[in-house]
């Protein structure tokens, strides 16, 4: 997919459980949400609905029953976040925003050398 749509934090919660099992009928993800979160059947129904009109899921009915399928691959979803939160945070700006994980977080002799093979192969591609 290549434009992904945007995903509430809320909505994303239907999400990981169809990325983990797919399909899930609607009472599957009420029991799983309704326990998880103390959302009411409706508001879980609501984000049911919300993402099917973004075109993030799409259902089947079998029987009396609704199957979710995710129309949103975890990776595309995933993809989406970190450029918004790249946007939002760093305007854009990916080598400030590496920088500034590297600076302020642990890394061990093993990570340094992965980030610095990435970094090698980035400067040839």
């Not at 993402?51 to 995933?78: C, M, Q, T, W």
Request: charged fraction near 25%.
């Amino acid at each position: 997919m290549n434009e992904s749509p945007h995903i509430t934090e809320a909505e994303s919660e239907v999400m990981h459980l169809l990325w983990q099992k797919e399909p899930l009928s609607a009472n599957e993800i009420i029991a799983k949400l309704s326990q998880q979160m103390q959302w009411s059947d409706q508001t879980i129904k609501t984000f049911l609905n919300r993402l099917h009109k973004k075109k993030a899921i799409r259902f089947e009915k079998s029987g009396r029953n609704y199957l979710y399928y995710p129309l949103v691959s975890h990776d595309d979803y995933l993809k989406a976040e970190n450029q918004s939160f790249l946007n939002r945070i760093y305007n854009g700006a990916a080598g400030l925003l590496c920088a500034k994980f590297i600076q302020e977080q642990p890394l061990s002799e093993k990570d340094i050398e992965e980030l610095q093979l990435i970094l090698e192969n980035k400067k040839k591609s």
